[in-house]
């Protein structure tokens, strides 16, 4: 037993693996350590399953990527059991679902709900975790795994007089599990993200007024949700396994979709604009593959921002109001699309009022609404859609002692370092699950999860097999990954935009590109042959 540490109590508690959160990544990491043989213990701080789909219950919330393929494919039972009812799934179907696979595969026997975990410390003699949870005790394992999630950690920022609001006040990524009923109020909405463009639209039907406080404007295309017929749903049922094998091995982000050939100024303005047409009236982020070359070439990006604020143009009747929703700041696609329900067109309600907080930014918050550019909204509750320290937020909030006590957020102060996104030197037998380094959030998180998770089950396989205790990034390979991760992001516009991939939204942190841009398919392909050279770039001892 490992001495405990913090005032924790000594637990004779000792895993193979301790796994850190049960989401998607932890429900199926759990599942195929199951599967090797190795005891495994799930912590996770939410009271039930689903991680993201658990916590982000705010109204509209539903995925952007399309049922068929937002689902686990690693059992050919489950994809043609579940039946998925529309095109993109509500979150209260997606929560469903991991519920579902929690029974399935009876998963929540070694799944402890309602606790963090607050640190964990690598002990060199004896090669083990020590890991301390929210609930005081000291466990050890001889694998640790962060299975945290990229958007876990929601943040508000810190607006002046913010305790003195005497309304009711909510985060889009910490809705409450009873329902919220805004009828009759008047309602503030800060931000003008993803999840406030999906939030908006029903909160403007039930408040008597929305004021929609927007600093930066975003691009949004339409979803054109619809139920899912029984023939959309048959034919992927019945090619499922080429379908994902595709997915997987030839797609760019773990999605199928039809990547135009051609580069947007290959074409006459005209059939652009066509192009266009039949992307926004297809509906979803399949927008962005109209042409091939929109997410590397300025001027071809330059074609598709004008398409959509034309659309803006045209569904907005106040001249003034559209003109405000029109993004300049940054390339399309260059931070995380938005796919919404008639978000636009929200504006033309009476109810509705679109406030800019970007020339005056919010002043305070008073106990009766808030104030910018020196007027006073009168409010009864605001919903803060203001986002997440995405990436490494989840991560930091665990105290990480690795081999040399060195804190793992000592070692990201100046952003995260790791190779493959699956390790950090000096973090022994320590893996991160759609890590930064890795195409996580730029993909199919579930194509991603599942990619991880299967690499890492056959690495501690790998180990368990020539008695290898100890598995480790070398610095080098680290030192090479982090360049390459940079280097391919910088190849493309992504950096051109203040994202939350690049930590721009957190004040003080570093700003890196955080992802990896090279592709599900060549990013798998480089995790596959550096297993296959016996785990090149990682010491085994
Ligand atoms: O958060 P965001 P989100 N004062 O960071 C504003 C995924 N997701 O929760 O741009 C005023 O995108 C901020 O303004 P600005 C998806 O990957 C997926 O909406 O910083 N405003 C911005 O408008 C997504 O990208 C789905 O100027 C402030 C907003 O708050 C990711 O989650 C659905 C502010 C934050 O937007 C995050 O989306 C939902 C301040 N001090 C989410 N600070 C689907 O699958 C921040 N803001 C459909």
Redesign the pocket.
């Known amino acids: 037993m490992i001495a405990p540490q913090h005032g924790s109590t000594p637990s004779n508690e000792s895993y193979d693996t301790v796994v850190v959160g049960a989401g998607f990544a932890g429900l199926y990491m759990l599942h195929r350590l199951r599967g090797l043989g190795l005891s495994v213990r799930v912590y996770e701080q939410g009271g039930d399953v689903g991680g993201t789909w658990y916590w982000?219950r705010y109204p509209g919330?539903?995925?952007?990527?399309e049922s068929m393929q937002y689902s686990y494919s690693f059992s050919e039972e489950l994809q043609q059991e579940w039946e998925w009812s529309e095109r993109y799934a509500p979150q209260p179907e997606i929560l469903k679902y991991a519920n579902h696979v929690a029974d399935r595969f009876d998963l929540r026997r070694d799944i402890q709900l309602n606790t963090r975990v607050e640190a964990a410390e690598f002990h060199e003699s004896a090669n083990r975790w020590s890991v301390i949870t929210s609930d005081g005790k000291a466990v050890s394992a001889t694998y640790f795994i962060l299975a945290t999630g990229c958007?876990s950690n929601a943040r508000i920022?810190d607006f002046k007089g913010w305790d003195r609001f005497q309304g009711k006040t909510y985060h889009?990524?910490h809705w409450p599990h009873d329902e919220v009923d805004f009828t009759g109020q008047r309602v503030g909405v800060?931000?003008?993200?993803?999840?406030?463009i999906?939030s908006i639209p029903i909160i403007a039907g039930q408040a008597s007024h929305l004021f929609v406080?927007q600093?930066?404007p975003?691009f949004s295309v339409p979803a054109h949700n619809a139920p899912l017929t029984p023939e959309i749903t048959r034919s992927w049922k019945s090619d499922y396994a080429d379908r994902r094998r595709r997915a997987r091995e030839e797609s760019r982000n773990g999605i199928l979709m039809v990547i135009s050939e051609k580069g947007a100024l290959d074409d006459t303005e005209e059939a652009r604009r066509r192009e266009y047409e039949t992307g926004w009236t297809r509906g979803g982020i399949s927008f962005m593959a109209s042409y091939n070359n929109l997410l590397f070439d300025k001027p071809s990006n330059d074609t598709a921002c004008a398409f959509v604020r034309s659309k803006i143009e045209e569904i907005v009747q106040d001249p003034a109001v559209a003109k405000l929703l029109q993004p300049h700041d940054h390339p399309i696609g260059s931070k995380?699309i938005c796919?919404d329900t008639d978000y636009y067109a929200t504006f033309n309600r009476p109810n509705v009022t679109l406030v800019d907080?970007r020339s005056s930014?919010?002043e305070e918050i008073l106990p009766h609404g808030l104030r910018t550019g020196g007027k006073d909204f009168e409010l009864d509750s605001i919903v803060f859609?203001?986002?997440?320290d995405a990436m490494t937020g989840s991560v930091a909030k665990i105290n990480i002692k690795g081999r040399d006590g060195t804190t793992l957020n000592q070692k990201w102060a100046e952003g995260p370092r790791t190779y493959l996104g699956l390790m950090s030197a000096s973090f022994p037998n320590m893996f991160i699950i759609t890590g930064p380094g890795s195409p996580s959030?730029l993909s199919n998180m579930i194509v991603s999860i599942e990619q991880h998770v299967d690499w890492i089950s056959d690495c501690i396989g790998y180990m368990r097999q020539r008695g290898i205790d100890c598995m480790e990034a070398t610095k080098d390979a680290e030192d090479d990954w982090v360049t390459q991760v940079n280097d391919v992001a910088s190849g493309t516009l992504y950096p051109q935009a203040?994202s939350?991939y690049m930590g721009a939204?957190i004040p003080g942190k570093p700003q890196v590109f955080m992802p990896y841009i090279g592709g599900v398919g060549v990013y798998r392909q480089i995790c596959n042959d550096v297993a296959g050279k016996g785990y090149e770039g990682f010491a085994l001892t």
């Open positions: 982000n919330a539903r995925c952007d990527v958007l920022p889009t990524g800060v931000g003008t993200g993803s999840s406030a999906q406080f600093r930066t975003n995380r796919v907080i930014p919010i859609g203001t986002g997440f959030v203040n939350w939204n």
